[in-house]
């Protein structure tokens, strides 16, 4: 069974940066496209982007593009999520999914502040 853990999360003010951590275990990490979502209170969750298996390609959504980067550490069996020029409306509680929508982390909370 595959097991999802984020975390980083945490309080920011609009402009600065945060890097998020999504630790997988239960099976080989390598095998896994993965990928970032968010989700705010009503509203669906939301794709940010993609890594393959072997992190040679990435993906983003325009809404964070230029700003977020995916990287993965095949390694560590640990995807990381790096979050810049954050604004208020990226407050949110991130996931992050292996074989994207097949398996999901609990969320960890990103709040940005004015």
């Known amino acids: 069974q595959v097991q999802l853990r984020e975390s980083g999360g945490g309080f920011v003010q609009a402009g600065g940066s945060l890097k998020l951590t999504c630790v997988v275990s239960?099976?080989?990490?390598?095998?896994?496209?993965m990928s970032w979502y968010r989700q705010t209170p009503g509203k669906e969750r939301e794709f940010l982007g993609t890594i393959n298996r072997s992190s040679g390609n990435t993906f983003y959504s325009d809404s964070v593009k230029g700003r977020f980067t995916i990287s993965r550490d095949n390694t560590g069996n640990t995807m990381y999520l790096e979050m810049n020029s954050l604004r208020i409306e990226d407050t949110a509680v991130y996931y992050c999914s292996a074989d994207p929508g097949a398996y999901w982390g609990q969320g960890t909370q990103v709040t940005v502040s004015s």
């Open positions: 239960g099976r080989t990490f390598s095998l896994y496209v």
